[in-house]
């Protein structure tokens, strides 16, 4: 990963939050692993909703109170 350039970590994020599948075509397109595919996310404040299963940046996954609450800004009520 510390090969990586900038923007392919860019074009990852992008594709890993812009498609239902994005992980899964991110995971093709890159050739990390799950595992490193989710450190490099987590690096760039992305993670993976539990509410929803879709991928948004972390600050979506706190509520009013700055607390998590298993929800994104998408599938909060
Ligand atoms: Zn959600």
């Given at each position: 990963?510390?090969?990586?350039?900038?923007?392919?970590?860019?074009?990852?994020?992008?594709?890993?939050?812009?498609?239902a599948?994005?992980?899964?075509?991110?995971?093709?397109?890159?050739?990390?692993?799950?595992?490193?595919?989710?450190?490099?996310?987590?690096?760039?404040?992305v993670?993976?909703?539990?509410?929803?299963?879709?991928?948004?940046?972390?600050?979506?996954?706190?509520?009013?109170?700055?607390k998590?609450?298993?929800?994104?800004?998408?599938?909060?009520?």
């Amino acid at each position: 990963m510390a090969h990586m350039k900038r923007q392919t970590v860019v074009d990852l994020v992008e594709t890993v939050v812009g498609y239902a599948n994005g992980f899964d075509r991110a995971l093709v397109s890159s050739a990390l692993s799950k595992a490193e595919l989710k450190d490099l996310l987590l690096d760039e404040n992305v993670e993976q909703c539990p509410g929803c299963r879709w991928w948004v940046d972390s600050s979506e996954l706190l509520n009013e109170d700055d607390k998590i609450d298993g929800h994104c800004e998408n599938c909060r009520d």
